[in-house]
């Protein structure tokens, strides 16, 4: 083999890894950058915008979640309430249970951090965006094909105070098993342990 066809490959190896990306937020992207100036925003065909959320110019990258924005009079983590409602699935894959299954999860998720599902305090709007099917055939991919054949899943969440002020926004997805209802699970905990935080 050639030198040249060598690098030939290589180049397209690190391409595809790249198309094939999990989803969500560039995860060595610095604590900080707007979600607006992202790929991920540039890519609104397979990364649906406006599912939960519907001003992004506050989003920003985030710990523990891709991309988050919560109002600094907030402490939205605090023990209370909160009202869970249903979810919607806005993504280009049809799932009947999918919904329902993150929106069990995310009370679960809430309940586990204090916030029990209740009508009185905040209320969460959320819906999915984006999912993916587990692959074997993304197995091949270098370094990163155990992770990228796994099911993936984009969750869009809107947090709202009693008057119905949005105080937090989160726009979050990741990859667990072989079905999207495993990757729900993940990206819910994620979300709950990331409002737990603030």
Known sequence: MSKKLIITVLLLTIS???AARGGGGDDDSPRGKRFLDSDEAKESAEYKQGCSITDYGNLVAADGVNWA???PATKIGAPAPIEILPVKNRSNVTDTALAGNLEADLKQAFERIGKPAGKKGLKAD???YWVQRADPARAW???AGGHMMQAGIGVEL???DASGRPVAKIRHDGRQGMAPSEAA???ADDIANYVRDH
Request: charged share 10%; hydrophobic share 50%; proline share 6%.
């Open 16 to 18: 595809a890894c790249s």
């Open 69 to 71: 924005w919560v109002d």
């Open 126 to 128: 959320s819906c999915i």
């Open 141 to 143: 991919i270098p370094y």
């Open 158 to 160: 809107t947090i709202f």
């Open 185 to 187: 699970a993940e990206v």
